[in-house]
């Protein structure tokens, strides 16, 4: 009766890089896992409504363009809203520390930079998933 | 070369010293060598190698400048010019891009890339729901013609030879912006070289940056052609793109064999409007990435400059030289910079443009080794063209044309690169063309599993990187950032918003009347975007008109 | 361990078991505390919760059963009772066709214009799961998303868990929820692989078949079944210049089906759905075939046929659970394995016995020589 983890690979922006997102969607899928993957050129609203939408434990977003800190935190403000801030979120992307202590802060679970293993990707979620069942 | 007999006895010999090495017992690092694109790599290179592939001098290297270009499209290379040193710059507003404009020339740059930022690049306007929190951040926000002006404020045209920007989805509008500054200054058009990238075709399949669905974008482009074609022979309107299948994780030989596929869709799209290969081919270039596997990368150039030779001789019959030689476009490739240990980023920019400077390119432009975690500070810039500079006249390299032709192993792996390329070009012809394969998704494929392949070899460590998987520090990234005005994307926002009103707006309006009959009349929309931009009338406004007669491009299945 | 087969109904027994390995009492990601708690005592409250904030349109609900549905919880069973009352009203639209036909880009289409007609509308689109890893990834949103953030359409992608068929084990499930939700159209777009998707056909009201030129010569080899189930068929992407051809084929092999003469004509449509070109027609056509369900009252009878078979299979799923996740708990089922394996027992009279002990002496002889249908022989039972 375990639940068969589902989570939404996302890249919101205008950003067309998804050699990134598309690697991390394929290992989450070969670790077992139910993966959504939006497509390109997303909006928050749109990333948001289709995690609701899908019900799944957590949204990766990857930006590669330098718009994180206006598309992250939109998307936490808009589950916020949606009274889904249970979902939790991570990013992975071209982000300076100064911006990840920031979006750490406002509540983003974990952020991959360049050169992060997708074996720590998958860690990452077993270990999120755990822990929200457990709470 | 070498005679038949000879030729026996280099084999046994070979044989014998493979033998004699093998009874050694010493094991090698790897059971089996690659180069980065898997290519197999044996333990040494011989004459052999060549004689097996029937290697012929005169046919497959040739002189330097004679075809098949193998060694080089110039008979002196660098003996007789220097590569133009260029830079890729262009952020925040058009008054911070004006200035890094400035402190470039004076650093010596002979060629300029305006970067733009992604929300001009898709069409759409700074004040865009789309565009909030991009505007400004990969390049410069161009609204109109207002914003080059001050981009260029104090710089003519003409102060660098080459000049222009990586339009590919919007190329009328950023041809008209040249076409219209030029007449501004009063430059002639002959004075500088003009180019564009408008190579759309590679956006739907690696670099996403497009809006119109895939027919439209590529009438597009060939609309931003034929323009040049007839108006402006100096011009380089279409730079057929490469870079961006490799850095999406493809291997070498689907860099190569995806570029000369869409400058063949490019080439049959001109013929269909009445032109002849020779009428318009020598305004293409070619844009490539540097990657790190040196002599692979340096073949992969020289292979390239053959097959596009070959191709246009042997498929279209051209025996103009100008057509037959590949100009070649490079960017060192950003995804071999990592953000750990950024320091060891300049070693590999500096081997990726070694490996494109024997390749013997024409444009080398080199990352910054702070690129892959922010926009190149200025320090970072100034070593990127200190690089070259140092490689152009310290290292030797320059003084002899094609010094690696006749290396057994280069000359192999060129061999090889080719081969396959003409496989996939087989393929790609027997479905029709690089749009069909595109549209089929089969690059998209192709690339995906390369990529996801690499990306096993690198968690397994059978591929090394230096910082990332191997040779780890504890390290806090300390590095100059970026100073860029936060509040630039509402300043640009409300620049755009209180520009529309000083601007005469029912002349813009009809102009864009005039954008969507021309449109919609499936004519050359150039003359017509050239009228509206000169009326200061706006990217995401004439984007509309487009979106409005051609719909919007939904990406099809995706391949992971 | 044995490999239990049934997703959505596991023994109560082995239940218990896994009990003891802390992973029973299945910790739901809502933070309510009351819905915790799958034991029986709590168990009505929490279906009333979910189940009215259904009712009452509430997406994140309605998505959280579908995957409680999906991972086969139990509680999904006393949700879905509370639901069916008021199911029955949507129409549903199966499409089907071989992968690259372009299902995706025509429901994305079909939707925009059921949207300009004001109808609510649900998509169900499914992915085939790895038969390795369990893993999957659902990509069928990259074509319609844009529909996302309409209030109107609720998007819902499935991964087919190792059912065959075209569809999930939980689909129908699901479309009962978007159906009490008051969706109007619910359009379940099916795996596309090339199995034989027939299993959309008895789930859905109109099942459109999507084929797309230059598949090559398999119009010869689409198997009859394909041909069977569609009330519509659908020649997308035709623009391409073998489009005609492709019509011709469909249209000849439709003529040949013995059943031609039967009330409703299936027709071929062409459309462009990357242009949105034929879109209008096609909605049209599944109208008018609705509307022939209706006249005919054809639809009273797929009704009747659906209800037999849900009622049949769950009837069937439930017995096996009930019977069998005894016989594994009380390790009855090792020792007949042991006792066929030395050939002291035949496979006819272990079940025989197995049957008789649970539900008293049979009445109708050997099981295995009439092998009525388990609802039947229930039915004698009583």
Same mark, same amino acid.
């Given at each position: 009766m375990n639940r068969r983890i589902r989570i939404l690979i996302a890249k919101p922006g205008l950003d067309g890089h998804d050699r990134g997102a598309k690697i991390v969607a394929r290992a989450l899928s070969e670790a077992g896992m139910e993966v959504i993957y939006t497509g390109l050129h997303q909006t928050p609203e749109r990333v948001v409504s289709a995690a609701v939408q899908e019900s799944v434990d957590g949204i990766g977003l990857s930006i590669l363009s330098g718009a994180h800190m206006t598309l992250i935190p939109k998307v936490l403000k808009l589950l916020k809203d949606k009274n889904s801030d249970d979902i939790f979120v991570f990013a992975g992307g071209i982000i300076p520390a100064n911006d990840i202590l920031k979006l750490k802060e406002m509540g983003v679970a974990e952020i991959f930079t360049p050169g992060a293993e997708t074996t720590d990707i998958i860690d990452f979620v077993h270990r999120t998933v755990a822990r929200e069942i457990r709470q | 070369m070498i005679g038949k007999e000879q030729m026996g006895l280099l084999k046994q010999t070979q044989d014998t010293w493979e033998a004699d090495v093998e009874k050694r017992g010493v094991k090698e690092r790897k059971e089996q060598f690659f180069t980065r694109s898997k290519i197999p790599v044996k333990r040494v290179y011989t004459p052999l190698d060549l004689e097996e592939a029937g290697f012929d001098y005169l046919k497959d290297l040739n002189f330097p400048g004679e075809y098949p270009y193998t060694r080089g499209i110039e008979p002196g290379m660098y003996r007789e010019n220097l590569w133009l040193i260029g830079q890729y710059g262009g952020f925040g507003s058009p008054e911070e891009t004006n200035r890094r404009f400035k402190y470039l020339l004076s650093k010596g740059i002979t060629a300029f890339t305006l970067a733009l930022d992604l929300p001009t690049q898709m069409g759409y306007g700074s004040d865009e729901p789309m565009a909030e929190g991009e505007v400004g951040k990969t390049g410069v926000a161009v609204n109109s013609l207002r914003d080059m002006e001050i981009i260029f404020g104090d710089i003519p045209l003409d102060s660098v030879r080459l000049i222009g920007t990586l339009a590919n989805a919007i190329g009328p509008m950023a041809l008209s912006w040249f076409m219209a500054l030029a007449e501004q200054q009063k430059v002639p058009p002959t004075a500088f070289i003009g180019f564009l990238q408008n190579d759309i075709l590679k956006e739907y399949v690696a670099r996403g940056a497009y809006f119109l669905p895939v027919p439209s974008g590529l009438k597009l482009s060939i609309d931003v052609l034929e323009h040049c074609a007839r108006n402006f022979p100096n011009w380089l309107p279409l730079m057929v793109c490469g870079y961006h299948f490799r850095d999406a994780g493809g291997t070498a030989m689907q860099e190569l064999a995806f570029t000369v596929a869409d400058a063949l869709a490019y080439i049959e799209e001109m013929i269909k409007r009445g032109f002849r290969p020779d009428d318009f081919v020598h305004q293409f270039q070619f844009h490539f990435s540097a990657h790190l596997d040196l002599f692979e990368e340096s073949a992969k150039f020289r292979a390239f400059r053959r097959i596009w030779a070959r191709v246009m001789s042997e498929r279209y019959g051209s025996r103009d030289p100008k057509t037959l030689k590949a100009k070649i476009h490079l960017y060192t490739a950003g995804s071999t910079l990592t953000a750990q240990q950024p320091m060891n980023n300049i070693v590999r920019i500096t081997v990726a443009a070694l490996s494109a400077i024997l390749g013997g390119v024409q444009f080398p432009y080199l990352s910054s080794m702070d690129e892959s975690f922010q926009t190149p500070s200025e320090e970072a810039a100034q070593l990127a063209i200190r690089t070259q500079q140092i490689l152009a006249h310290e290292v030797g390299i320059t003084d002899t044309v094609d010094p690696l032709g006749g290396s057994y192993y280069v000359e192999a792996l060129t061999n090889r690169l080719e081969e396959g390329v003409w496989e996939y070009l087989k393929k790609i012809d027997s479905m029709g063309g690089a749009v069909k394969a595109i549209e089929q998704g089969f690059y998209q494929s192709e690339i995906a599993a390369a990529s996801y392949q690499l990306q096993r070899e690198i968690e397994r460590k059978e591929r090394i990187v230096v910082g990332v998987n191997e040779f780890k520090v504890k390290e806090e990234i300390k590095l100059t950032p970026l100073k860029y005005d936060p509040d630039a994307e509402q300043k640009v926002v409300a620049r755009l918003q209180s520009f529309r009103k000083e601007r005469n707006n029912p002349a813009v309006g009809r102009a864009l009347d005039e954008v969507r009959r021309a449109a919609e009349a499936n004519q050359n929309v150039v003359p017509s975007v050239f009228e509206a931009v000169k009326l200061y009338a706006t990217v995401g406004e004439i984007s509309q008109v487009m979106r409005d007669v051609y719909g919007e491009y939904v990406a099809g299945k995706t391949y992971f | 361990m044995f490999n239990f087969p049934c997703a959505r109904w596991v023994p109560r027994a082995l239940l218990r078991r896994n009990a003891t390995r802390s992973n029973y009492t299945v910790a739901l990601r809502d933070r309510g505390a009351e819905e915790q708690n799958d034991e029986v005592s709590g168990r009505q409250e929490v279906a009333l919760v979910l189940a009215e904030r259904i009712l009452q349109g509430e997406i994140r609900a309605a998505a959280r059963l579908m995957r409680d549905i999906d991972d086969g919880f139990k509680s999904a069973v006393e949700e879905l009772k509370l639901l069916y009352p008021h199911t029955g009203n949507a129409s549903i639209i199966g499409i089907t066709g071989p992968s690259g036909a372009g299902k995706s880009t025509l429901v994305d289409q079909l939707t925009a214009l059921y949207r300009r007609h004001e109808k609510k509308v649900g998509i169900v689109a499914v992915d085939p799961s790895s038969t390795f890893t369990g893993g999957a990834i659902l990509g069928d949103r990259i074509r319609m998303n844009r529909h996302a953030e309409d209030a109107g359409v609720f998007i819902r992608s499935m991964a087919t868990r190792g059912n065959l068929g075209g569809v999930s084990r939980a689909t129908g499930d699901v479309v009962n929820v978007l159906d009490a =939700?008051? @969706?109007?159209?619910?359009?379940?777009? @099916?795996?596309?692989?090339?199995?034989?998707?027939?299993?959309?056909?008895? =789930?859905?009201? &109109?099942?459109?078949?999507? =084929?797309?030129?230059?598949?090559?010569?398999?119009?010869?080899?689409?198997?009859?079944?394909?041909?069977?189930?569609?009330?519509?068929?659908?020649?997308? $992407?035709?623009?391409?210049?073998? *489009?005609?051809? &492709?019509?011709?084929?469909? @249209?000849?092999?439709?003529?040949?089906?013995?059943? $031609?003469?039967?009330?409703?004509?299936?027709?071929? #449509?062409?459309?462009?759905?990357?242009?949105?070109?034929?879109? %209008?027609?096609? #909605?049209?056509?599944?109208?008018?075939?609705?509307?022939?369900?209706?006249?005919?009252?054809?639809?009273?009878?797929?009704?009747?046929?659906?209800? *037999?078979?849900?009622?049949?299979?769950?009837?069937? %799923?439930?017995?096996?659970?009930?019977?069998?996740?005894?016989?594994?708990?009380?390790?009855?089922?090792?020792?007949?394995? %042991?006792?066929? *394996?030395?050939?002291?027992?035949?496979?006819?009279?272990?079940v025989e016995e197995i049957l008789a002990q649970r539900f008293g002496p049979l009445s109708g002889g050997s099981a295995s020589e009439s092998n009525p249908p388990v609802g039947a022989r229930l039915g004698e039972e009583k």
């Amino acid at each position: 009766m375990n639940r068969r983890i589902r989570i939404l690979i996302a890249k919101p922006g205008l950003d067309g890089h998804d050699r990134g997102a598309k690697i991390v969607a394929r290992a989450l899928s070969e670790a077992g896992m139910e993966v959504i993957y939006t497509g390109l050129h997303q909006t928050p609203e749109r990333v948001v409504s289709a995690a609701v939408q899908e019900s799944v434990d957590g949204i990766g977003l990857s930006i590669l363009s330098g718009a994180h800190m206006t598309l992250i935190p939109k998307v936490l403000k808009l589950l916020k809203d949606k009274n889904s801030d249970d979902i939790f979120v991570f990013a992975g992307g071209i982000i300076p520390a100064n911006d990840i202590l920031k979006l750490k802060e406002m509540g983003v679970a974990e952020i991959f930079t360049p050169g992060a293993e997708t074996t720590d990707i998958i860690d990452f979620v077993h270990r999120t998933v755990a822990r929200e069942i457990r709470q | 070369m070498i005679g038949k007999e000879q030729m026996g006895l280099l084999k046994q010999t070979q044989d014998t010293w493979e033998a004699d090495v093998e009874k050694r017992g010493v094991k090698e690092r790897k059971e089996q060598f690659f180069t980065r694109s898997k290519i197999p790599v044996k333990r040494v290179y011989t004459p052999l190698d060549l004689e097996e592939a029937g290697f012929d001098y005169l046919k497959d290297l040739n002189f330097p400048g004679e075809y098949p270009y193998t060694r080089g499209i110039e008979p002196g290379m660098y003996r007789e010019n220097l590569w133009l040193i260029g830079q890729y710059g262009g952020f925040g507003s058009p008054e911070e891009t004006n200035r890094r404009f400035k402190y470039l020339l004076s650093k010596g740059i002979t060629a300029f890339t305006l970067a733009l930022d992604l929300p001009t690049q898709m069409g759409y306007g700074s004040d865009e729901p789309m565009a909030e929190g991009e505007v400004g951040k990969t390049g410069v926000a161009v609204n109109s013609l207002r914003d080059m002006e001050i981009i260029f404020g104090d710089i003519p045209l003409d102060s660098v030879r080459l000049i222009g920007t990586l339009a590919n989805a919007i190329g009328p509008m950023a041809l008209s912006w040249f076409m219209a500054l030029a007449e501004q200054q009063k430059v002639p058009p002959t004075a500088f070289i003009g180019f564009l990238q408008n190579d759309i075709l590679k956006e739907y399949v690696a670099r996403g940056a497009y809006f119109l669905p895939v027919p439209s974008g590529l009438k597009l482009s060939i609309d931003v052609l034929e323009h040049c074609a007839r108006n402006f022979p100096n011009w380089l309107p279409l730079m057929v793109c490469g870079y961006h299948f490799r850095d999406a994780g493809g291997t070498a030989m689907q860099e190569l064999a995806f570029t000369v596929a869409d400058a063949l869709a490019y080439i049959e799209e001109m013929i269909k409007r009445g032109f002849r290969p020779d009428d318009f081919v020598h305004q293409f270039q070619f844009h490539f990435s540097a990657h790190l596997d040196l002599f692979e990368e340096s073949a992969k150039f020289r292979a390239f400059r053959r097959i596009w030779a070959r191709v246009m001789s042997e498929r279209y019959g051209s025996r103009d030289p100008k057509t037959l030689k590949a100009k070649i476009h490079l960017y060192t490739a950003g995804s071999t910079l990592t953000a750990q240990q950024p320091m060891n980023n300049i070693v590999r920019i500096t081997v990726a443009a070694l490996s494109a400077i024997l390749g013997g390119v024409q444009f080398p432009y080199l990352s910054s080794m702070d690129e892959s975690f922010q926009t190149p500070s200025e320090e970072a810039a100034q070593l990127a063209i200190r690089t070259q500079q140092i490689l152009a006249h310290e290292v030797g390299i320059t003084d002899t044309v094609d010094p690696l032709g006749g290396s057994y192993y280069v000359e192999a792996l060129t061999n090889r690169l080719e081969e396959g390329v003409w496989e996939y070009l087989k393929k790609i012809d027997s479905m029709g063309g690089a749009v069909k394969a595109i549209e089929q998704g089969f690059y998209q494929s192709e690339i995906a599993a390369a990529s996801y392949q690499l990306q096993r070899e690198i968690e397994r460590k059978e591929r090394i990187v230096v910082g990332v998987n191997e040779f780890k520090v504890k390290e806090e990234i300390k590095l100059t950032p970026l100073k860029y005005d936060p509040d630039a994307e509402q300043k640009v926002v409300a620049r755009l918003q209180s520009f529309r009103k000083e601007r005469n707006n029912p002349a813009v309006g009809r102009a864009l009347d005039e954008v969507r009959r021309a449109a919609e009349a499936n004519q050359n929309v150039v003359p017509s975007v050239f009228e509206a931009v000169k009326l200061y009338a706006t990217v995401g406004e004439i984007s509309q008109v487009m979106r409005d007669v051609y719909g919007e491009y939904v990406a099809g299945k995706t391949y992971f | 361990m044995f490999n239990f087969p049934c997703a959505r109904w596991v023994p109560r027994a082995l239940l218990r078991r896994n009990a003891t390995r802390s992973n029973y009492t299945v910790a739901l990601r809502d933070r309510g505390a009351e819905e915790q708690n799958d034991e029986v005592s709590g168990r009505q409250e929490v279906a009333l919760v979910l189940a009215e904030r259904i009712l009452q349109g509430e997406i994140r609900a309605a998505a959280r059963l579908m995957r409680d549905i999906d991972d086969g919880f139990k509680s999904a069973v006393e949700e879905l009772k509370l639901l069916y009352p008021h199911t029955g009203n949507a129409s549903i639209i199966g499409i089907t066709g071989p992968s690259g036909a372009g299902k995706s880009t025509l429901v994305d289409q079909l939707t925009a214009l059921y949207r300009r007609h004001e109808k609510k509308v649900g998509i169900v689109a499914v992915d085939p799961s790895s038969t390795f890893t369990g893993g999957a990834i659902l990509g069928d949103r990259i074509r319609m998303n844009r529909h996302a953030e309409d209030a109107g359409v609720f998007i819902r992608s499935m991964a087919t868990r190792g059912n065959l068929g075209g569809v999930s084990r939980a689909t129908g499930d699901v479309v009962n929820v978007l159906d009490a =939700m008051g @969706t109007d159209v619910i359009i379940i777009e @099916t795996v596309g692989v090339g199995q034989d998707e027939i299993d959309i056909a008895r =789930m859905a009201h &109109t099942t459109v078949v999507v =084929m797309v030129p230059g598949l090559g010569d398999d119009i010869q080899a689409i198997k009859a079944g394909i041909l069977e189930i569609g009330d519509v068929f659908v020649v997308n $992407k035709a623009d391409r210049d073998d *489009a005609d051809h &492709t019509v011709h084929e469909l @249209t000849a092999r439709l003529e040949m089906d013995p059943d $031609k003469d039967r009330a409703w004509q299936p027709k071929v #449509l062409k459309t462009v759905a990357s242009r949105n070109i034929g879109i %209008e027609e096609l #909605l049209g056509e599944i109208e008018e075939h609705g509307a022939y369900l209706h006249r005919s009252g054809m639809i009273r009878h797929l009704f009747e046929e659906k209800n *037999a078979r849900i009622f049949l299979e769950l009837l069937k %799923e439930r017995l096996f659970a009930e019977v069998f996740g005894h016989l594994e708990v009380n390790g009855r089922f090792r020792e007949i394995m %042991e006792e066929m *394996a030395n050939r002291r027992k035949d496979p006819y009279s272990a079940v025989e016995e197995i049957l008789a002990q649970r539900f008293g002496p049979l009445s109708g002889g050997s099981a295995s020589e009439s092998n009525p249908p388990v609802g039947a022989r229930l039915g004698e039972e009583k």
